[in-house]
C-alpha cells in the first residue's frame, strides 16, 4: 500500500536550497509550507518561486502552503546566544522591542498593560518559560517564573485570546495575501481564528479561483465555535503549540480526536501539526513516542501531518521526511479502514450548498460501499473544484483515489487531500466523455491496467453541481 497520509514540510534556513528541496520531494514531501512569522514577503516568494521551479523540473506536483503569521506577540530579543530565564525567579514585563534579559522581558504589544491581569498566565517560546502575573504597576507587569527555559532570539508570547484585542487577519496579513495570491498559490493558513467572521474577513475568491483558506485552531475560541469555522473554511489545522497554551494537556489529545473528527465528517481536509517529530530537529531518528504520535495522528483521521522546525531549520530535513513518510505508511496499513467508513456513513454529513452536496454525499457512499464489496483497487473521481474527491477522501476508502480536474489550481489544492493522487484533465464534456478520458489519463500514468475493475464518479456533465452519476467500467 503506497502512503495516504500527505505530508506538509516546512521550508527554512535548511532546505530552501534546490538540491534539498528535489531530495525532500523524492522523499515524500506532498505540500511545502512557507512561514512568514521570522520571514518577510520577500523572501517567502524567492521561496515560493523557488519550490515552483524544482517541482516543476523533477515532474512532482507539490502544493505550497503560506502561513500567514496573525497577531503574533513576540518578546525583545534575548539574543542568539540566549538567556536562562530561571524557575522561580521574579521578572518584569514591559512595553518594548529592544532588548530582554533574566529580570526585564520587553513584549512588543501595545495593549500588554491595559490586557494582562493578575492571575495571568503567559508562554515565551514555544512550550518555553510559564509566567504568572502576580502584580500591575504603571508601567510594568510583575510575574513570577512558574516554568524557567533558555530564551533565544525574539520568542513569540502566548497572550490568551479572551485577553487579545488584535483582530485576524492583521493588516500584514492582508499585505502578505495580496502577493501570494497574484503569484497563485495554492493554501494561505489563518493564524490565531476564533470565529467564523476571521474566516469571511479574508476576502479571498471562495476556491479553486483563490487558494484553499486553512483556519488554525490553536485558541479556545476556536475550539468553542468549531462547526461556523469548519463551514467556512477549505481546510483546517490542528495547532497543538498555542492550542495547548489555551487548554489543559490533558484535554489536547482528546480535542484533537474532536476536531479531526468533525472536520472529516464535513469534508475538510485536516493537518495535525506542532512537534511531531522535535527532537530530530537536532537527532538523526525519533523517539518511540514521537513515532506513535505520528501514528496516532493518522488513525484519528488526519488527512495530513506537518512537519515545522525539524525541516526548516533541522540538520537534515531530507531524512525528516523520509522518516515521517515510513512512519505514516505503516500506520496507513494497520488502519481500520471498514470502521472507519462505517462511522462516518452514521455521523451527519455537511450541509452546506444542502441539495448538491446531499447528493454528493450519497454518490460517495455508493461509491465506497462498491470498492469495498466489489474489491475495487481505483476510484476515479472527476471534479471542478475537488469537493467530490474530498468527500471521497473523508471515507477513507481502501481503494486509491485518483482526483481529475480540468482546473490547474484545483489540482494543486488536492495534494493535501488524504488519499489523493491529483491529474489533470485537458477538458470536460459529458459524464461519458470525462470518464473515458480520466481512465485514459490513468492507464498511460500506470496507475490502472487494462482489464481492472475501476468506479468513476463525476456529474452528468462537465457543468454539473452535483456528483451524480457512479460508473463501474473495466480498463479497455
Known sequence: MHRRTKIVATIGPSSEDEATLRAMIHA????????????????GLERYH???????????????????????????????????????S????????????????????VSLMSDMQPGDRLTVG?????????????????????????LRGRPGVHIPSDRLQIPTP???????????????????AISFVRSAHDIRRVGTEPHPRGPLVIAKIETRAAVDNLSGIIEAAGAVMVARGDLGNECSLEDLPHLQKQIIRECIA???????????????????APTRAEASDVANAVFDGSSAVMLSGE?????????????????????????????WAEQLSEMRMTESDAGSASVTDAMTMAAWRA?????????????????????????????????????EATVQQLTLSWGTTPMLMSSGGSNEEMAFEAIRLAKAAGHVRAGELVGVLAGSDSRSRATNVLRLERVP
Open 28 to 43: 515524500g514531501m506532498d505540500v511545502a509550507r512557507i512561514g512568514l512569522a521570522h520571514n518577510t514577503i520577500d523572501e
Open 311 to 339: 525541516t526548516a531549520i533541522g540538520i537534515d530535513p531530507v531524512n525528516v521526511v523520509r522518516t515521517m513518510s515510513r512512519i505514516a505508511r505503516r500506520a496507513d496499513e494497520e488502519m481500520d479502514y471498514e470502521a
Open 126 to 150: 514555544d512550550g518555553g518559560a510559564v509566567l504568572e502575573i502576580t502584580d500591575k504597576k504603571v508601567e510594568k507587569i510583575l510575574a513570577t517564573v512558574v516554568h524557567g527555559s533558555r
Open 371 to 407: 470498492a469495498a464489496e466489489l474489491g475495487i483497487d481505483n476510484v476515479l473521481c472527476i471534479s471542478g473544484s475537488g469537493f467530490t474527491v474530498r468527500s471521497m477522501a473523508r471515507f477513507r476508502p481502501e481503494a486509491s483515489i485518483l482526483g481529475f480536474s480540468t482546473s
Open 170 to 188: 492583521t493588516p500584514e496579513d492582508f499585505l502578505a495575501l495580496d502577493a501570494f495570491v497574484e503569484v497563485g498559490v495554492d493554501m494561505v
Open 90 to 109: 521574579t521578572v518584569e514585563l514591559r512595553v518594548g522591542s529592544d532588548a530582554s534579559t533574566s529580570s526585564v522581558i520587553e513584549v512588543d504589544y
Open 50 to 88: 523557488r519550490i515552483r521551479s524544482v517541482s516543476a523540473d523533477e515532474g512532482q506536483r507539490v502544493g505550497i502552503l503560506v502561513d500567514l503569521p496573525g497577531p503574533k506577540v513576540r518578546a525583545a530579543s534575548f539574543g542568539e546566544d540566549g538567556v536562562d530565564v530561571a524557575t522561580g
Open 266 to 284: 464535513g469534508g475538510r481536509p485536516v493537518i495535525t501539526a506542532t512537534q511531531m517529530l522535535e527532537s530530530m530537529v537536532t537527532s538523526p
